[in-house]
């Protein structure tokens, strides 16, 4: 008779600590955090919000539509300039991992939460791992690119989510063996909830009829922190508003600027509050076209073959122009108006989705982890 094996030596689970702060974060968030949970035998999950981000409609709205967990710590940072902000991040979480001790810390994307937490992480000697690392855009005159360029400097495992992300990294020196494509976290979060949002009724409550509306979003302080590009932008977009209905859930920053230097002016814009995930996704599935300065909506109308303005003058996600559905229209009004123009006139193409974009990067991130964890865990 075979000699039985000797018992295994009970394993210490891997302790993460993962990191949320603002809107565009949640949605990256939630699928790490049900995979981990999955996996509840190999990892302890701490989840830690930075309050970068605090009112229901950008916060507390997306973990009920998610299913996040309420997390297990609230910095309650608030807002601030970005030095405060960033400093009262950095401040708040060192006590956090000084207290919970994590093999490692996970962040995602490039809000001003994400730097806070990889620098007091990576002083206090914790690997970080970044989830949608290497994306660029350039102009360095944006805040997350510098968050970018600073979290990947100082990150032990870079998950990229194209390949563009690649090339920029070992570019700037990185290893090749910390980098990982894994593909899109945030796609894994869409596809998992398309079905839902499609059961909405938030069309029919706006009064809108599918592939005839338009959906906006501003937020980006090269756009709206400037009364004279506020004006131009409102001006023609105004007048895409005679044509077809432009829903416009307005971000508090662009509200703050509308309130104070638009006051009285006529903008012919279906201006809502801030939408929900759920809603909001609804909303772009059935667009004819989406106008946006945001980064994540770009992927978004790529994943679901909607066409895409983008009113900036660079994209950080080249891989949604070369095979999706985004066009980097800039922000001077005339440029915008042909666009739209364009845009009208031809069947919108709907692009195909970027490698690896399956909704499994979870997964694949959490694959990652366990196995370089895994073994130091057990040592
Ligand atoms: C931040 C991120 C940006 C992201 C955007 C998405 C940085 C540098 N920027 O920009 O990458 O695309 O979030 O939303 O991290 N406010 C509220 N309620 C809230 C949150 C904010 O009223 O729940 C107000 C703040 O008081 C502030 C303004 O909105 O006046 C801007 O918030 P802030 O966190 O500074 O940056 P965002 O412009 O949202």
Same mark, same amino acid.
């Given at each position: 008779m075979p000699a039985p094996h000797p018992p295994e030596p009970a394993r210490r689970r891997i302790r993460l600590l993962a990191v949320a702060g603002a809107r565009p974060n949640f949605m990256k968030i939630a699928p790490l955090r049900t995979e981990l949970a999955r996996r509840r035998d190999r990892f302890e999950a701490i989840l830690v919000h930075t309050g970068q981000h605090y009112d229901q409609a950008m916060s507390e709205s997306f973990f009920r539509d998610l299913g996040?967990?309420?997390?297990?710590? /609230?910095?309650?940072?608030?807002?601030?300039?970005h030095g405060e902000q960033t400093a009262q991040v950095l401040m708040a979480i060192e006590k956090i991992l000084l207290e919970r001790r994590p093999d490692a810390v996970l962040v995602v994307g490039d809000v001003n939460s994400t730097l806070a937490a990889t620098l007091a992480a990576v002083k206090l000697h914790i690997p970080v791992a970044h989830v949608e690392?290497?994306?660029?855009?350039?102009?360095?005159?944006?805040?997350e690119e510098i968050n970018r360029i600073l979290t990947d400097a100082v990150s032990g495992w870079l998950f990229t989510t194209e390949p563009s992300a690649e090339t920029h990294l070992l570019r700037e020196g990185?290893?090749?063996?910390?980098i990982h494509f894994v593909g899109n976290v945030m796609i894994d979060t869409l596809l998992a909830h398309r079905e839902r949002a499609r059961a909405l009724d938030t069309l029919e409550r706006l009064g809108l009829e599918a592939g005839r509306y338009a959906v906006l979003t501003l937020h980006r302080p090269s756009n709206v922190d400037s009364p004279d590009q506020l004006r131009r932008l409102f001006g023609v977009l105004s007048r895409l508003g005679d044509r077809m209905p432009v829903v416009f859930p307005v971000h508090p920053r662009t509200a703050n600027a509308i309130r104070n230097n638009l006051q009285g002016e006529r903008l012919n814009l279906r201006m809502t509050e801030p939408l929900g995930y759920l809603e909001f996704l609804r909303l772009l599935m059935d667009a004819r076209m989406v106008l946006t300065d945001s980064g994540g909506i770009q992927e978004e109308t790529t994943a679901l073959g909607v066409p895409c303005l983008t009113l900036?003058?660079? &994209?950080?996600?080249?891989v949604t122009v070369t095979e999706g &559905? /985004? &066009?980097?229209?800039? &922000?001077?009004p005339t440029a915008i108006e042909a666009a739209i123009e364009k845009q009208l006139a031809s069947p919108p193409p709907t692009g195909r989705r970027p490698a690896?974009?399956?909704?499994?990067a979870a997964a694949r991130i959490v694959d990652v982890l366990e196995r370089d964890l895994g073994q130091e865990s057990s040592r």
């Open positions: 996040i967990p309420e997390p297990d710590v /609230n910095l309650g940072v608030g807002s601030g300039s690392a290497g994306l660029r855009s350039f102009d360095r005159a944006m805040p990185v290893a090749r063996e910390r900036r003058e660079s &994209t950080e996600r080249p &559905t /985004n &066009t980097i229209v800039g &922000t001077d690896l974009w399956d909704g499994r």
